[in-house]
């Protein structure tokens, strides 16, 4: 069973523009979570999608946004980057919605905004 | 105070030690999730618990509900067991909240 896939893996931006990071869950895997980590910092929750919906929210500002396509594939967008947007973004995927069910992560697409 | 707070922050030893990572939080849960993340980023699931001890290979495990409180324990450490150690909780509204992590460094 292949795991969770993030691409790209690395990438860099210059402030200003727009990024598009994907993931695709586990097969079967309905729920997709995206976090970013930045160093030193631990996993802000960004949002979570279940069913092409946006089923949860974090404290980040508009220019985080999401979606989901109906074979449970999910985009991540940042427009207008900033250079704090610099961190490693991960999702995860699991069964069910929320923290009830295990949660498998992507290695993360690493991005810099310079 | 953070919901959830892990301790030690960093933790140095040798190969072949006993660890124990902490963990308690101040939050109704229904779970209790151990994590693994190796400096490539990846992160690995290594427990969900929401009660009593699983063991898994030399990890292993234990939450203590009334208390509040997990323990992540490594039985002969080894230095691929180097890693950022994570605790999250599932809070009520089935949302994961995330400590610190610890950060594990094996030397030989």
């Known amino acids: 069973k292949a795991g969770v896939t993030q691409t790209p893996r690395y990438l860099i931006k210059t402030r200003g523009q727009q990024v598009t990071l994907s993931c695709s869950p586990i097969?079967?895997?309905?729920?997709v979570s995206w976090y970013q980590q930045t160093p030193g910092q631990g996993l802000q929750f960004l949002f979570e999608y279940f069913s092409e919906t946006q089923r949860n929210k974090g404290n980040f500002p508009g220019r985080f946004s999401g979606r989901q396509f109906s074979n449970s594939r999910s985009e991540m967008n940042v427009s207008t980057l900033e250079l704090g947007d610099s961190a490693l973004y991960l999702c995860?995927?699991?069964?069910?919605?929320?923290?009830?069910?295990?949660?498998?992560f992507g290695q993360g697409t690493r991005l810099t905004v310079v | 105070k953070n919901e959830v707070e892990q301790s030690p922050q960093n933790l140095t030893a040798q190969e072949g030690e006993f660890i124990t990572i902490n963990c308690s939080y101040s939050?109704?849960?229904?779970?209790l999730h151990w994590l693994q993340q190796h400096p490539g980023g990846g992160i690995v699931s290594l427990f969900m618990l929401s009660s009593g001890k699983k063991k898994h290979g030399r990890l292993i495990a234990t939450i203590n509900i009334q208390e509040k409180h997990s323990s992540l324990h490594i039985t002969a450490s080894h230095p691929r067991d180097s890693a950022v150690y994570i605790c999250a909780v599932t809070g009520s509204n089935y949302q994961l909240i995330w400590g610190a992590g610890t950060k594990l460094i094996i030397k030989p």
């Open positions: 995860a995927s699991s069964l069910i919605l929320g923290g009830r069910g295990e949660a498998f």
């Open positions: 097969s079967g895997h309905r729920s």
């Open positions: 939050v109704g849960i229904s779970a």
